[in-house]
């Protein structure tokens, strides 16, 4: 996990891609209460790990929406940047 001086420091370096993460300990929410909080709509994700079967999960990551866009439909790749296509 970055400290805040960190990815200061990152970001002072020129870099574009910083992962910011947070660990949440919370009786009241599931990862799906607060994916919906956080993130509900396009281009956003759920991703949950599962330990010891299906009973117990280990690490629930939240994507927040992309401001670019890969989608691949058959052998097609389109790019989108802001809602726009800006390649094909």
Not at 19 to 45: C, I, Q, W
Not at 59 to 79: D, E, K, M, N, Q
């Amino acid at each position: 996990m970055n400290s805040h001086a960190q990815f200061q420091q990152q970001a002072a370096e020129g870099h574009t891609h910083i992962p910011v993460v947070r660990e949440v300990l919370s009786d009241l929410d599931t990862p799906l209460s607060v994916y919906l909080k956080l993130a509900d709509g396009p281009n956003t994700y759920l991703f949950e790990s599962v330990e010891g079967g299906e009973r117990f999960g280990r690490y629930s990551i939240i994507g927040l929406p992309a401001r670019r866009v890969y989608a691949f439909h058959g052998h097609t790749l389109t790019v989108r940047e802001d809602g726009q296509v800006v390649d094909t």
